[in-house]
């Protein structure tokens, strides 16, 4: 326990900002406890945290300050906290939430009250709301409920929702050793490897993709084929630690991931082949890199990252690149992924980011001086 803990300060002191320490602390909060106030602090903690209004001007912005109406944000989930924040600094006063689940608050939220749907539409005429929440099935949802109480149209002022505005992986551009490989590992549509020539303005000697799923892979060589990169290698196998075969859940989407055994991190080897539970063939970076430089490796591969940096050991050492790590699959990737790059290279320095409105979406950066 003592050796954890001191690994744990000396990894906290490589983190080179505040919000990187808030990150690594938040994450380490939810491994313990995925709730709804450590979730919500992640995504406020994230670095691109934006709420963007549809239907809703800046004039009836400016007319909420004089509102006298009480004004209630429909949600009590990370959207309508995020809605909260941004309302404050605006110096815009709401009365309280409302929810389904305002049970659950018999103390409020934020300091504010919580009432319930059936209260929000008894006091239909003095009450203004603002949806608040995540994706348009959500708010479809509450405006087909508020219609169905004929609630007054002028007293639901838009919707609030969450937005992204900075790119995943493509943080931190001064840290890339320009004119060397990019390894884009988990490529999924080829969307990144597309957006990793652009943010570096083509100043790359190569791509290498990497891209098991044969539905994903497929849209790749299509999408390629149609608007090709300039060197740009695709390759229909999974990271890993080593070459080999490992089973796999081809969904043709992003959460396409390798097989854990039940209960325990360790994968699952064979498999009997159905629709989409599959064999695939699996390759270490360093057997596939040869003598070309290695300046970044991005990795978003469903929980196998860990694995797949003991398979670029040799690449890191030689190179020492630039590295964008998703460290939110699993619990304690965090640690665990932070702790084997500093034994294995000590001067890489670290950043954290998170990208989303949810518990995913969080990228552990990596680089040493140039």
Known sequence: MYHFIERLHTLY?????????????????????????????????????????LGWPQSQKDALKQEHKKIFLYGTGIAGRLLAEMLESEHI?????????????PDGLLG??????????AHKDEYCVVPAVIGKKA??????????????????????????????????????????????????????????????????????????????????????????????QLVNAGLSS????????????????????????????????TDNKISIRTVAIDDIIGDRTVGFIKMDIEGAEFDALHGAKNTILRDKPHLAICVYHLRGDVFAIMDYLHQLLPEYRFWLRHYSPNDFETVLYASVDL
């Open 13 to 53: 002191g490589l983190l080179q900002d505040e919000q990187s320490k808030e990150i690594f602390q938040t994450r380490f909060a939810i491994d313990m406890e995925k709730s709804i106030p450590n979730v919500s602090r992640l995504v406020l903690q994230g670095s691109n945290k934006e709420l963007f209004f």
């Open 93 to 105: 006063d709401f009365y309280g939430f409302c929810g389904r689940d305002a049970e659950e608050y």
């Open 112 to 121: 504010k009250p919580v009432i319930s749907s059936d209260e929000l539409v």
């Open 139 to 232: 708010y479809m949802e509450i405006s087909q409920f508020v219609r169905e109480h004929n609630y007054p149209e002028k007293n639901l002022l838009g919707w609030a929702d969450y937005n992204s505005m900075v790119e995943q992986y493509f943080e931190f551009p001064e840290l890339y050793r320009r004119g060397t490989v990019f390894i884009d590992g988990g490529c999924c549509d080829c969307e990144s490897s597309y957006r990793f020539a652009q943010w570096c303005e083509g100043e790359y000697s190569s791509i290498i993709a990497f891209e098991p799923d044969p539905d994903n892979y497929d849209k790749c060589c299509k999408k390629t084929q149609d608007a090709p990169l300039r060197n740009f």
């Open 242 to 273: 080593q070459s080999g075969t490992l089973a796999f859940n081809a969904q043709g989407t992003g959460q396409s991931h390798i097989l854990f055994a039940e209960s325990s991190a360790e994968y699952v080897a064979d498999v009997d082949e």
